[in-house]
């Protein structure tokens, strides 16, 4: 079992830049191979849509087209994965969640419409932005 917790939510302006955050915890053998590490954001009435993937395999990337040239996916250490947000916007707002699966397919475009592939999930870090 794998435990992520995310960090650097927080409240700023249009125009600011924040720092997600996300460490795993747990089961060592799933950590660090290859997987798939996503974020997803959900805002109040709107369903959980996927902002940006990163497969640790073959470093592919994923960005939905609202964040490409703004967010930036990373992995920071073999356990960690951050997300940059410059220029953010007030259509940014929403309770930010990251997410592992081991399967390349869900850190492509198809796969990452698929929230419910995903089975591991953080508790969530909320992100504010005011215009």
């Known amino acids: 079992k794998v435990q992520l917790v995310e960090s650097g939510g927080g409240s700023v302006q249009a125009g600011g830049s924040l720092r997600l955050s996300c460490a795993a915890f747990g089961d060592t053998r799933y950590i660090y191979s290859e997987n798939c590490l996503a974020w997803f954001r959900q805002a109040p009435g709107r369903e959980r849509e996927a902002v940006a993937a990163?497969?640790?395999?073959?470093?592919?990337t994923y960005y939905t087209d609202s964040v490409k040239q703004r967010f930036t996916i990373s992995r920071d250490t073999a356990n960690t994965v951050e997300l940059q947000m410059n220029r953010l916007l007030p259509e940014d707002s929403a309770v930010y969640y990251c997410?592992?699966?081991?399967?390349?397919?869900?850190?492509?475009?198809?796969?990452?419409?698929?929230?419910?592939?995903?089975?591991?999930w953080g508790q969530g870090t909320q992100v504010n932005v005011s215009s």
């Open positions: 997410a592992t699966d081991s399967k390349f397919f869900s850190c492509t475009e198809e796969g990452a419409k698929r929230p419910e592939s995903f089975p591991f």
């Open positions: 990163l497969y640790t395999g073959g470093r592919s």
